[in-house]
């Protein structure tokens, strides 16, 4: 039998959660005995005597403990924790540690009808005990604050800094100590919760060298100065001069001077130089933003919407890029570093290239060879290990023949090695690899024959460009032909690839398939190409140098356009073969598979750029479920866009398959109108065409782009028919994917019996839906039934989680913080929807950004924080100002500020800013007339005054829901409530018993248009 509970009452309570550690290890009959014992001494205490005389304390145990909530003051639970912990300090039998939290809470009953309490305040209070250890006396930032003020609690409070805990639940921890009696000892606890954030939130992308790196020690401190004067300091030098490893240990050195990151981009893996930006975007984690930029007309499509977006990001992080190998895209990586640099003046760049950016203010370093023994050495008197060319040779040669060692007969052919080799590291490392079949000394000869020519006149090329292509081409040739024609096809394949790719491919002519796996492990072993373990076996890989190398013997082969059209073959199969499976709800591995192999499939699309074709086009078209859930949004819409207006000869229906595709993109790009009109095309073709699996997929993207843009009333019936053709199809994947969003929005109505029923029918089909369970939360939500909607959430984000679907998690991270608001709890509130926000900027989704920020702008004023408030309300406002979207909530919020500040003037022109705006754009509607009323009585109007705080109400039952807010339009609370009967008092108590009733049966008689009238001119409209 459930408690008995009532929710609908929350008290703000002063918490102390105690609990004895190492309880559970105890006996049964020792448990009962020390928890007997704590309840005596906690009840001796004076504190909690006179608490319990006045009726001022709930307490209760809690299995290993205690919880009291105390409701006199917030001082009462550190007075409290302070005897308790005199009292035990010589009690080894009560190793006690103690939470502190204010917060709200609720009374409950349990079946023996014993008075309880529970709620956000009691959980809070727990979760900060749980970071303790004995002898800890732990309070959160809104329990210390409290006290910080008071010259008898200030100095016992000691700051521990911040900790994430369940739920992903912000703590900033204090703790409290009097002599002997607390610990100021950062609890192991904390420690752990730290690193584990560490993990999760990692500060860096650099790769995990699998070699050590020699030498350079000098070079390295004289980089990390360099960077220090300069904000781009670029790397320059011969592929294959260590540029690379250079630059990722001058990050790992300098990653504590970067807070927000040291972020390693390989540019390698790229030959279209537009797409720089998505690279760099996917290793910080930002997605697309969306086609317009502040300031312009959002009619206007922008030509860099991922710059928009990057800027954003990093324009206050204070961040370190390293950017590998720009040489072959050095124009579009010398504009795109300078756009990021110009818009982000905490960002500094070090970037790896063969020639400098050309970018003003750039610094160019030459990265010199390694140390290597002058030509006239005297090789006996001198320890040759103090090169860093020796070292790395036979470091590496050792990698690649455990008995090599260098001795007295082979330390003249190694010096003579790295001196021939310039001590160029990647020269020096091929040539190493060589022992596990040649002698040194018969390295050395070849490395004669072959560097005769280029080492005896002028060429026009640098001359260490010329060693390394010599050696490059000297490897090249020592391989047989098949290995030759393996190698120079390998240079198709862009990011890596797998060797049953590679099989498809390159397996034709002189290579059998068969031959290939060996003939490739022999390319490893040549150091020609490398191997990793990636998510889904091994993928083979080739350095930049020699994929280009290769490339170059490819072309003079005459295969190039036969190997291409394998490549793409073979992508386009793949893709082909695993779009079926794109339905996230049931597996992640075949996007995960897509996501391992997107290199290759850009390639493979690049090579139809130019070339419309039915083929490229139905990989386009396959790829819309990847690009959607994935976040790929502008590369998807480049691609739909180019399709759709090359004049391929596509069927109909192909047409209209992109034009579905495209339509979400749009629309998750906040251009609803464009992918209304697109989804309206779609469905109108396959009307044409009799496809009811079509016009079932139209239905529903035409149905939420206008749910999104107008308003669930203008949308729902083509949702509906969606389900209702998809029902008839059986086909149960798109249905669960449709009732899922139809649900939700269905829950965000007042028609809560058919959300009900959508969320019955999907939850049938499968128990897990992320979508479903995100409808059936709003419900519980909005009957009062927390505990169910945040279990239904959680449920729904450990799905989405699973999946990697960004979108989805932050919603559900919206509604955990409208649960966490409805039970006022607003720092958790808090919380969670920062995190969804952050998720939203990620994504690029700017609609979702301002939606998030004006629950931040007002769930800040209800914690008193009256400046951040500001700030989010009127970076929502900046957001919806630029996009041609609804400002009038942000600029409502910005003038209820102005109203609590005093400043009569700033809140008439922000009233008259939204007084002004047309009629049919201005939303919320009951908020303008309260705050116009507010204004009035501040003003002294107080007839008028009265009239509009009456007519608020009636305004806000007949005002519909913005459709713009996905139905998360901020709504009275609790502290807007106190605004609005503080304005009606003061206005009451200096009007007549007679002329206030007057003015009050005026207002509420008034229409909405009646209404809005008055609020008008009361601010001189």
Same mark, same amino acid.
């Given at each position: 039998?459930?408690?008995?509970?009532?929710?609908?009452?929350? #008290?703000?309570?002063?918490?102390?959660?105690?609990?004895?550690?190492?309880?559970?290890?105890?006996?049964?009959?020792?448990?009962?005995?020390?928890?007997?014992?704590?309840?005596?001494?906690?009840?001796?205490?004076?504190?909690?005597?006179?608490?319990?005389?006045?009726?001022?304390?709930?307490?209760?145990?809690?299995?290993?403990?205690?919880? =009291?909530?105390?409701?006199?003051?917030?001082?009462?639970?550190?007075?409290?924790?302070?005897?308790?912990?005199?009292?035990?300090?010589?009690?080894?039998?009560?190793?006690?540690?103690?939470?502190?939290?204010?917060?709200?809470?609720?009374?409950?009953?349990?079946?023996?009808?014993?008075?309880?309490v529970r709620g956000p305040g009691i959980n809070v209070a727990q979760r900060v005990m749980d970071c303790g250890e004995a002898g800890h006396i732990l309070l959160s930032?809104?329990?210390?604050?409290?006290?910080?003020?008071?010259?008898?609690?200030?100095? +016992?409070?000691?700051?521990?800094?911040?900790?994430?805990?369940?739920?992903?639940?912000?703590?900033?921890?204090?703790?409290?100590?009097?002599?002997?009696?607390?610990?100021?000892?950062?609890?192991?606890?904390?420690?752990?919760?730290?690193?584990?954030?560490?993990?999760?939130?990692?500060?860096?992308?650099?790769?995990?060298? =699998?070699?050590?790196?020699?030498?350079?020690?000098?070079?390295?401190?004289?980089?990390?100065?360099? =960077?220090? !004067?300069?904000?781009?300091?670029?790397?320059?030098?011969?592929?294959?001069?260590?540029?690379?490893?250079?630059?990722?240990?001058?990050?790992?050195?300098?990653?504590?001077?970067?807070?927000?990151?040291?972020?390693?981009?390989?540019?390698?893996?790229?030959?279209?130089?537009?797409?720089?930006?998505?690279?760099?975007?996917?290793?910080?984690?930002?997605?697309?933003?969306?086609?317009?930029?502040?300031?312009?007309?959002?009619?206007?499509?922008?030509?860099?919407? =991922?710059m928009t977006a990057l800027t954003q990001y990093l324009r206050t992080r204070r961040t370190l890029l390293l950017l590998d190998n720009c040489e072959h895209l050095v124009e579009e990586a010398a504009r795109f570093a300078e756009t990021l640099l110009l818009g982000c003046p905490a960002l500094r760049i070090l970037a790896t290239s063969r020639e400098i950016l050309g970018v003003n203010g750039e610094t160019a370093w030459r990265a010199p060879p390694l140390s290597i023994p002058a030509l006239d050495a005297d090789l006996r008197d001198i320890d040759l290990t103090q090169f860093e060319a020796v070292r790395l040779f036979v470091?590496?040669?050792?990698?690649?023949?455990?008995?090599?060692?260098?001795?007295?007969?082979?330390?003249?052919?190694?010096?003579?090695?790295?001196?021939?080799? #310039?001590?160029?590291?990647?020269?020096?490392?091929?040539?190493?690899?060589?022992?596990?079949?040649?002698?040194?000394?018969?390295?050395?000869?070849?490395?004669?024959? +072959?560097?005769?020519?280029?080492?005896?006149?002028?060429?026009?090329?640098?001359?260490?460009?010329?060693?390394?292509?010599?050696?490059?081409?000297?490897?090249?040739?020592?391989?047989?032909?098949?290995?030759?024609?393996?190698?120079?096809?390998?240079?198709?394949?862009?990011?890596?690839?797998?060797?049953?790719?590679?099989?498809?491919?390159?397996a034709f002519g002189e290579v059998e398939s068969w031959d290939v796996l060996d003939l490739l492990l022999q390319l490893v072993d040549k150091s020609l190409a490398t191997v990793e373990e990636g998510d889904f076996g091994p993928r083979y890989r080739m350095l930049e140098t020699l994929r280009e190398y290769a490339g170059e013997r490819l072309i003079e082969t005459g295969e190039a356009e036969q190997v291409r059209e394998r490549h793409f073959e073979h992508y386009a199969g793949f893709v082909l073969e695993l779009a079926p499976e794109f339905q996230w709800h049931q597996t992640a591995e075949p996007f995960d598979r897509v996501a391992e192999e997107h290199d290759n499939i850009r390639q493979a699309l690049a090579w139809t750029r130019d070339e419309p074709s039915q083929d490229g086009a139905a990989v386009v078209d396959a790829l819309g479920q990847f690009w959607l859930f994935r976040g790929h949004y502008s590369e998807a819409r480049e691609w739909y866009e180019r399709c759709l207006s090359a004049g391929a000869d596509l069927d109909a229906a192909s047409v209209a398959s992109m034009r579905c595709h495209l339509s979400s993109i749009l629309d998750r790009l906040g251009r609803s109108a464009e992918g209304r009109a697109t989804a309206e095309e779609a469905l109108a073709s396959f009307e044409n065409l009799g496809d009811l699996q079509g016009i079932?997929?139209?239905?529903?993207?035409?149905?939420?782009?206008?749910?999104?843009?107008?308003?669930?009333?203008?949308?729902?019936?083509?949702?509906?028919?969606?389900?209702?053709?998809?029902? !008839?199809?059986?086909?149960?994947?798109?249905?669960?994917?449709?009732?899922?969003?139809?649900a939700v929005w269905t829950a965000l109505q007042p028609d809560s019996d058919r959300a009900w029923a959508l969320c019955g029918e999907g939850l049938q089909l499968d128990p897990g839906d992320t979508l479903c369970l995100w409808a059936e939360s709003i419900l519980h939500a909005k009957g009062g039934d927390y505990a169910r909607a945040e279990a239904a959430c959680d449920r729904g984000l450990l799905r989405a989680r699973g999946f990697r679907h960004d979108e989805l998690i932050a919603w559900l991270l919206m509604q955990h913080g409208r649960i966490a608001g409805m039970q006022q709890d607003y720092s958790?509130?808090?919380?969670?929807?920062?995190?969804?926000?952050?998720?939203?900027?990620?994504?690029?989704?700017?609609?979702?950004?301002?939606?998030?920020?004006?629950?931040?702008?007002?769930?800040?004023?209800?914690?008193?924080?009256?400046?951040?408030?500001?700030?989010?309300?009127?970076?929502?406002?900046?957001?919806?100002?630029?996009?041609?979207?609804?400002?009038?909530?942000?600029?409502?919020?910005?003038?209820?500020?102005?109203?609590?500040?005093?400043?009569?003037?700033?809140?008439?022109?922000?009233?008259?800013?939204?007084g002004r705006l047309p009629r049919g754009t201005r939303t919320d509607l009951d908020l303008y007339v309260a705050r116009c009323g507010r204004l009035a009585v501040l003003q002294g109007a107080y007839a008028h005054a009265v009239a509009l705080l009456a007519a608020a109400e009636i305004v806000a039952e007949t005002t519909p829901?913005?459709?713009?807010?996905?139905?998360?339009?901020?709504?009275?609370?609790?502290? !807007?409530?106190?605004?609005?009967? #503080?304005?009606?008092?003061?206005?009451?108590?200096?009007?007549?018993?007679?002329?206030?009733?007057?003015?009050?049966?005026?207002?509420?008689?008034?229409s909405v248009q009646a209404?809005?009238?008055?609020?008008?001119?009361?601010?001189?409209?």
């Open positions: 039998m459930p408690d008995k509970e009532d929710q609908s009452h929350l #008290d703000m309570a002063h918490v102390l959660f105690m609990d004895l550690v190492g309880y559970s290890r105890l006996s049964a009959e020792e448990q009962s005995r020390r928890i007997g014992a704590l309840q005596e001494v906690v009840r001796s205490c004076s504190i909690y005597q006179q608490a319990e005389s006045e009726q001022t304390l709930l307490a209760h145990p809690a299995g290993d403990g205690m919880a =009291l909530a105390f409701f006199r003051g917030p001082s009462s639970p550190a007075r409290c924790a302070i005897e308790v912990a005199e009292a035990v300090i010589r009690r080894d039998d009560l190793p006690l540690r103690m939470g502190v939290h204010s917060g709200p809470i609720y009374r409950a009953e349990d079946i023996n009808r014993t008075a309880n930032y809104i329990a210390a604050e409290s006290l910080a003020e008071s010259e008898i609690w200030a100095p +016992r409070l000691h700051d521990l800094g911040e900790v994430e805990v369940k739920h992903g639940l912000r703590l900033r921890l204090y703790s409290l100590v009097d002599g002997d009696l607390g610990s100021d000892a950062t609890p192991a606890r904390v420690g752990e919760l730290r690193e584990e954030w560490n993990e999760e939130h990692r500060s860096h992308s650099l790769p995990v060298a =699998l070699t050590s790196f020699i030498g350079r020690e000098d070079q390295i401190e004289e980089v990390k100065g360099r =960077l220090r !004067e300069t904000r781009l300091l670029t790397l320059t030098g011969t592929g294959g001069t260590g540029k690379t490893r250079l630059s990722m240990r001058v990050g790992e050195d300098v990653i504590d001077e970067y807070p927000d990151g040291v972020w390693f981009v390989e540019l390698a893996s790229i030959s279209d130089p537009d797409l720089i930006p998505n690279v760099v975007a996917a290793v910080l984690g930002v997605r697309d933003a969306p086609d317009q930029t502040p300031g312009e007309d959002a009619r206007e499509p922008s030509a860099q919407p =991922l470091e590496r040669a050792r990698a690649a023949s455990a008995a090599f060692t260098l001795t007295d007969e082979n330390g003249g052919a190694v010096a003579a090695i790295c001196r021939r080799l #310039d001590g160029i590291p990647l020269a020096i490392e091929l040539a190493a690899a060589r022992v596990r079949g040649m002698s040194v000394e018969q390295i050395h000869e070849r490395l004669d024959d +072959r560097f005769r020519l280029l080492t005896g006149g002028g060429r026009t090329s640098a001359r260490r460009q010329q060693t390394l292509r010599a050696l490059v081409d000297w490897s090249y040739r020592l391989l047989t032909h098949p290995q030759q024609a393996l190698f120079s096809r390998l240079s198709m394949f862009s990011g890596g690839f797998t060797m049953e790719a590679a099989e498809d491919v390159c079932a997929r139209s239905s529903h993207a035409l149905g939420y782009c206008l749910i999104q843009s107008e308003g669930y009333e203008h949308g729902h019936e083509y949702v509906e028919r969606a389900i209702a053709v998809f029902r !008839e199809l059986e086909d149960e994947p798109s249905l669960l994917r449709v009732l899922g969003h139809m958790s509130a808090y919380g969670y929807k920062r995190e969804a926000c952050r998720l939203h900027r990620k994504l690029g989704m700017q609609l979702p950004v301002t939606v998030a920020l004006w629950s931040l702008g007002q769930l800040a004023a209800l914690r008193g924080d009256y400046e951040r408030s500001r700030e989010h309300w009127t970076e929502a406002e900046s957001i919806a100002e630029a996009l041609g979207w609804n400002v009038t909530v942000p600029r409502l919020g910005v003038v209820d500020l102005d109203l609590v500040d005093g400043d009569l003037a700033a809140a008439a022109r922000g009233l008259r800013y939204v829901v913005d459709a713009m807010s996905f139905g998360f339009r901020p709504s009275r609370h609790a502290l !807007e409530n106190l605004r609005l009967e #503080d304005a009606i008092a003061e206005a009451r108590a200096q009007m007549s018993d007679a002329s206030f009733p007057t003015a009050w049966g005026h207002g509420k008689g008034l209404a809005v009238d008055l609020a008008d001119g009361v601010i001189g409209i």
